[in-house]
């Protein structure tokens, strides 16, 4: 979800040279499909909300996306695509959504498993849901009182039963940052795997991070209603970077570390000791200005790496290389940005601001953002540039009445960036307009860690 996607190829590259083994799709986009085929990266594909209620309701449809998504792409240990999980849905019971998914779920996947059963790849690819942080619970705060949301009790028994029958994992996101944000009983450092976090107790069971306190209220809620020895992949985990409080690289740095840290030791959590998720997927590979930003400013910052494929900062992974590789030879556009015409009346400036920004990605001008410091009218500049880039530097694009003004000096302030935005095409655009969540294999420890590519 962004203006100038870089190119599936140059991604396929970055998550080659940090050895990445693991990838996560959210759609099924064919040119992303073609960009990883031969690379041996398992490949997890997505189907989108929008489609549910059709496969839910068309076995043939069903069997037409899988043919044209799975079939036609699918390596038998050639040169294809190693798939190994479809994903129905982009966390279709996120309770924002209200019930308009619920009904179709189920049906999709059944369909969409049938669908994998007639081309004889039932056997290699599973059938999962991602669900969303919010389809678990505990109102005390206490793991052991964990359960689903009862709007969703019947719906997930239907799951589960579907999953335990195919040997498919419970799909999950975990998310410490909006639990963080939630919570006022979450501290940072207890999100942040500090040793000095002040612990939680439940009854003899310690817990002394976020992460394991989530994990077991699901746990909880799993044994509930009766699946108590489900596998868990943890579908989306990461911090954001920009764009809220507490959302920097450093605090994102602390975090990750904390992370890997935690899943390397393979001490599981109190309810599942020595016993910790079978994989677990980093949101995300890379930033999306185009993300919406209806629950915070943040979303549109999760990456690990920058929009553009640079490393934010330096993270172990396990795999083979204690620093981050960087995407290589990134093509940009000109040297050049839009910023406001000090020389001019800028009393309408701010009707200007309202609308570029309304279009253009501002995010990092939010309260604790990384350009929130930023004097007036830098402010200005920063709303204007992120317009002019985001429409290929066209010279009628900082014009914003007469205000704009191009310069080759960059304008960028301390850890305010000023982007000069991607070279690519408006066809390319619409044709990469995907979400990638990548899945990083650690070869040091069995519990898989997975990273998210947006």
Same mark, same amino acid.
């Given at each position: ?21 693991r ?21 997890t594909v ?26 036609r792409?699918?390596?038998h240990?050639? *040169? ?7 994903a ?5 019971? %996120? ?18 498993q ?11 690819? @599973?059938?999962?849901?991602?669900? /969303? ?8 705060g206490?793991?052991? @009182? ?7 009790n019947? =719906? ?19 998310s ?17 795997? @500090? ?17 394991d306190?989530?994990?077991? $209220? ?5 044994? @509930? ?6 596998d ?8 954001? =970077?920009?764009?809220?409080?507490n ?19 393979? $001490?599981?959590t109190?309810?599942?000791p #020595? ?29 690990v790496? =920058? ?5 934010k ?30 020389n001019?009346?800028? /009393?309408?400036?701010? *009707? #200007?601001?309202?609308? *570029?920004?309304?279009?253009?990605d501002?995010?990092? %001008? ?20 992120s ?17 704009g ?17 991607? #070279? ?28 998210? %590519?947006?």
């Amino acid at each position: 979800m962004s203006s100038h996607p870089l190119p599936p190829p140059k991604v396929v590259e970055l998550l080659k040279s940090n050895n990445i083994s693991r990838v996560k799709l959210f759609d099924a986009d064919p040119l992303v499909l073609q960009a990883l085929s031969a690379s041996n990266i398992f490949v997890t594909v997505g189907i989108p909300n929008s489609m549910l209620k059709t496969f839910n309701s068309s076995r043939k449809a069903a069997e037409s996306w899988v043919h044209d998504n799975v079939t036609r792409y699918f390596s038998h240990g050639g *040169a294809g695509v190693r798939i190994e999980y479809v994903a129905v849905g982009d966390e279709p019971f %996120l309770q924002s959504y209200g019930e308009q998914f619920h009904p179709f779920v189920i049906g999709a996947a059944m369909n969409i498993q049938a669908a994998l059963a007639k081309a004889n790849l039932a056997g290699e690819v @599973k059938v999962v849901v991602p669900c /969303s942080f919010d389809t678990f619970m505990s109102e005390s705060g206490l793991p052991s @009182k964990g359960h689903f949301r009862t709007d969703l009790n019947r =719906t997930m028994i239907e799951l589960l039963t579907f999953l335990r029958k195919h040997h498919s994992p419970f799909f999950v996101t975990i998310s410490p940052f909006i639990s963080f944000q939630q919570n006022k009983n979450i501290s940072l450092d207890f999100a942040l795997f @500090k040793e000095n976090a002040r612990p939680h107790n439940d009854s003899r069971r310690t817990y002394k991070n976020s992460f394991d306190l989530s994990h077991d $209220t699901l746990v909880a809620a799993l044994s @509930k209603i009766g699946f108590p020895d489900m596998d868990i992949v943890v579908a989306r985990i990461g911090w954001p =970077t920009d764009g809220a409080a507490n959302a920097t690289s450093s605090v994102a740095e602390t975090f990750m570390k904390g992370l890997v840290d935690h899943l390397r030791s393979k $001490t599981g959590t109190p309810l599942r000791p #020595r016993n910790p998720p079978i994989e677990t997927f980093i949101f995300s590979l890379l930033d999306e200005d185009q993300r919406s930003i209806a629950s915070g400013n943040f979303e549109r910052h999760w990456g690990v790496f =920058t929009f553009d494929g640079q490393a934010k900062y330096q993270l172990n992974f396990g795999q083979g290389s204690k620093h981050l590789v960087n995407a290589q030879f990134v093509e940009y556009l000109s040297p050049k940005w839009c910023v406001v015409n000090n020389n001019k009346d800028l /009393s309408n400036a701010t *009707a #200007r601001v309202s609308e *570029a920004c309304s279009v253009a990605d501002c995010t990092a %001008l939010a309260p604790g953002g990384s350009c929130s410091n930023i004097s007036w009218p830098g402010n200005i500049s920063y709303a204007f540039n992120s317009y002019y880039q985001q429409h290929d530097q066209r010279a009628d694009s900082c014009d914003f009445g007469g205000l704009g003004l191009i310069t080759i000096v960059d304008p960028s302030v301390d850890d305010c960036r000023f982007i000069v935005e991607l #070279r690519t095409s408006h066809s390319v655009h619409n044709a990469y307009l995907v979400r990638w969540i990548t899945f990083l294999t650690p070869y040091v420890f069995s519990c898989l860690l997975v990273f998210t %590519l947006l």
